[in-house]
């Protein structure tokens, strides 16, 4: 038994305290967190240009085709854009689409951390831009009728009347997505990036110790989540209170 | 055209799968200032869509609509302007659940009209003390009553200032024993010389309030009179029946 305890630690600190590799996961942990905050904020900022174009089609498009004129053509259009671009993403494997952006498209862009955000940022885009759509169909057509009825033109209703209502119905899924993302980031590695997992990788190729760096690394990404859980289950019964 | 019409519809129609559906079916019409218009009829008899084609609500197939002597449905038109001036009143009322009475009342003045905060504060509790809410100010629209709400939907309304009421249905999802104090409000609204058109099955209404009757059916107006006249001598066949339905 004795035995067994001391093998365990020298493994730990073979792995861990040796060569200060502990500090591999940290700076893992933090490339890791820069990708998903920031394709985060892409992600979010996409998904709602295209949720609200989308969603104006839906919604508008066919008083704006009897008003005929290029606006409606524009919405076409951009509505024909935002399709073809949710079909892409969402039928295709992220990891695809993260060596395309940095083999192919972005070619010249060495920093694979921003390749990962981009490209992270992308991928989640399309997530948000369902979850935000969703949101804003769900919420009552009388509120339309009542936000359109008082004079408040389309993106006037969408501002004041409609969005408040409809980010508190979808916060609970885009938090949902924010726990994903997280996770989607481990695949990082293939373009360089040393985000958490492939730091881990990293111990283990120096080691040859598997266990001790992979299961360090999925500790690490269970408290994210459990973290992140916690914040869904207070935001969910703020909302709870609100509804009274 | 005569001055004192505020709406002027003609040859308005609206039909839904190319023609198969014909909720309204060729209605003229003039809605004069001060005049109360109620319309009545059979569910289904489009009177609900032709309320709200008014306002555009509902976009009509053909026909013109004039408000104040603009045609609204022309591609001129801004018709964000014309609903300033045309309040409406929901069935389900439509009040905006995530603000409470006061701001339900002052965000279209202080938007639209940039009307200054302490200037629509002032009006809103000016219009709540009119519909007998003035201590709901800062509740919330799911702790009132329907009669409540429906109250605060017309207060809401009545902040732009409007020029006409369009009401539809105003008091068919209310428990009957709130029926009333919606009513007065209207009543009294009515006396004020507000133009209204109400789309209601409120016989009582129509015959105490309205200066016209008017009656819906298959998509036409198929008799239009006083209120005297309607109820005590209708010629129309289907409104015989009607009324003989509703007026037990």
């Given at each position: 038994m004795g035995e067994w305890f001391q093998n365990l630690s020298d493994k730990f600190y073979l792995c861990f305290i040796d060569d200060d590799r502990w500090m591999w996961l940290v700076d893992g942990l933090k490339n890791t967190l820069i990708i998903t905050v920031f394709a985060l904020i892409i992600g979010v900022i996409i998904g709602i240009i295209i949720a609200t174009v989308r969603s104006t089609y839906d919604k508008n498009g066919e008083a704006m085709k009897k008003k005929g004129g290029a606006g409606y053509v524009f919405l076409r259009i951009a509505n024909a854009i935002c399709s073809l671009y949710l079909t892409v993403i969402r039928g295709t494997p992220v990891v695809v689409q993260l060596m395309i952006m940095y083999f192919v498209i972005l070619v010249n862009q060495q920093n694979g951390v921003i390749v990962a955000i981009v490209a992270f940022g992308i991928n989640s885009g399309a997530y948000v831009a369902e979850i935000f759509r969703s949101g804003i169909m769900s919420i009552d057509q009388g509120q339309f009728e009542a936000g359109r009825s008082l004079g408040f033109n389309y993106i006037q209703t969408m501002v004041h009347i409609i969005i408040p209502q409809a980010v508190k119905v979808i916060l609970p899924t885009l938090w949902n997505e924010v726990i994903v993302l997280v996770k989607e980031t481990s695949v990082a590695g293939y373009v360089g990036v040393v985000d958490l997992t492939k730091a881990g990788d990293r111990i283990r190729g120096r080691t040859f110790e598997a266990f001790m760096p992979l299961f360090a690394v999925a500790i690490v990404y269970l408290i994210i989540v459990i973290i992140l859980t916690q914040i869904l289950k207070v935001i969910e019964r703020r909302l709870r209170k609100s509804e009274r | 055209m005569n001055d004192n019409v505020l709406i002027e519809v003609r040859g308005l129609k609206k039909h839904y799968n190319n023609g198969k559906v014909k909720a309204i079916d060729g209605v003229d019409i003039d809605i004069k200032k001060g005049e109360v218009v109620v319309v009545v009829g059979p569910s289904g008899s489009g009177k609900s869509t032709f309320l709200r084609s008014l306002n555009l609500l509902e976009m009509p197939t053909e026909g013109v609509i004039f408000f104040d002597g603009e045609d609204i449905n022309s591609k001129e038109a801004n018709i964000n302007l014309h609903r300033q001036k045309m309040g409406m009143v929901f069935q389900h009322f439509n009040?905006?659940?995530?603000?409470n009475v006061l701001a339900n009342i002052t965000l279209a003045p202080m938007k639209l009209k940039k009307m200054k905060k302490a200037d629509a504060v002032n009006k809103a509790m000016e219009l709540l003390k009119m519909i007998h809410l003035e201590d709901k100010a800062s509740e919330y629209p799911a702790q009132l009553s329907g009669g409540q709400k429906q109250r605060v939907a017309i207060a809401r309304a009545l902040a732009m200032d409007p020029e006409v009421m369009l009401f539809?249905?105003?008091?068919?999802?209310?428990?009957p024993e709130m029926v009333g104090e919606v009513l007065d409000i209207m009543k009294d609204l009515a006396k004020n010389g507000m133009t209204m058109v109400v789309v209601t099955h409120e016989m009582g209404f129509a015959k105490e309030v309205g200066s016209r009757v008017i009656f819906f059916d298959e998509g036409k107006i198929k008799e239009e009179n006083t209120p005297k006249e309607f109820f005590e001598n209708p010629k129309d066949p289907r409104l015989q029946d009607f009324l003989s339905k509703v007026l037990m």
């Open positions: - | 009040l905006f659940p995530h603000k539809d249905e105003p008091t068919s999802a209310l428990d």
